[in-house]
């Protein structure tokens, strides 16, 4: 007797739902991303309807549940969207429970160093270059449509885990961050990387900008993603840098700009 969705199931000619993300890279293109802070899967869909690559949703900063996440990644994907989410740090069930609601990445906050790398691999990666476990009764192996070993090839190929840079310990170790086959791209996250340099807020600092530099040139020398955020007017000068996948703007940004502009308009009435 056997728990294995598969017991009944062991080969099919039926796939994963492929990556928009990772072909517009694999194409030599830059991903674009555009953040939600928000939870409603009506904004997801807005926000899809614009033709992003990917919507990056958080569990980090925001209070979102699993079920709302996964109302959000099926708005996303209604339009052919990639969802990628920050997971909260955690066990390995934190992690897997994103992807296996069909979200196309992850996004690991304060990785810092080589051997937290590691373990965020094995979390999220089968065999042979992890150690994740195995269930595939769920959206991103189809319900258990999509046979074992194709699940766990296609698993590993088609969704990808961003270690993010954002203190000066993971900095210190970049280069064998990057070197660790099964780690997919490295994220700067530029603001609270200026907190730790003790200039908050500074993004544009020579230091920030140094370390900016350093995690394009080394995620791209690895063959892995460069990604990070910038404003809308700083797209090109980041893809010069090397970066492949830019986070631009946020809902919140949006709908905050918005009201302040339609409020303003009233003036002095």
Excluded at 101 to 128: C, N, Q, W, Y
Aim: proline share 4%.
């Amino acid at each position: 007797m056997t728990d294995s969705p598969y017991a009944a199931r062991e080969s099919g000619p039926v796939a994963m739902r492929p990556s928009r993300v990772l072909e517009r890279i694999r194409a030599g293109k830059v991903a674009r991303s555009l953040k939600m802070n928000t939870v409603d899967p009506r904004a997801v869909e807005i926000f899809a309807s614009a033709g992003p690559d990917v919507i990056w949703l958080c569990m980090e900063h925001v209070g979102a549940g699993w079920t709302e996440l996964e109302h959000q990644i099926r708005a996303a994907r209604l339009y052919g969207v990639d969802t990628a989410i920050r997971v909260s740090r955690g066990s390995y069930s934190d992690y897997v429970r994103g992807l296996e609601l069909d979200a196309s990445g992850l996004i690991v906050p304060h990785v810092m160093g080589a051997e937290d790398a590691r373990e965020v691999r094995d979390m999220t990666k089968f065999a042979p270059l992890g150690r994740r476990a195995v269930d595939g009764g769920n959206a991103d192996a189809r319900f258990t449509r999509v046979a074992l070993a194709d699940y766990m090839a296609q698993a590993n190929s088609e969704r990808f885990v961003l270690h993010q840079i954002e203190d000066p310990e993971g900095l210190d170790q970049i280069e064998r961050i990057a070197s660790i086959d099964g780690v997919d791209g490295l994220l700067f996250g530029p603001g609270d990387y200026s907190i730790r340099l003790g200039i908050p807020g500074q993004i544009d600092h020579e230091e920030v900008e140094a370390a900016r530099v350093a995690v394009a040139k080394v995620a791209r020398k690895h063959g892995k993603i460069a990604a990070t955020v910038c404003s809308q007017a700083d797209v090109a000068r980041h893809a010069d840098l090397g970066y492949n996948f830019l986070n631009v703007g946020a809902d919140v940004l949006a709908l905050s700009r918005y009201a302040d502009a339609a409020v303003e308009a009233f003036g002095d009435l």
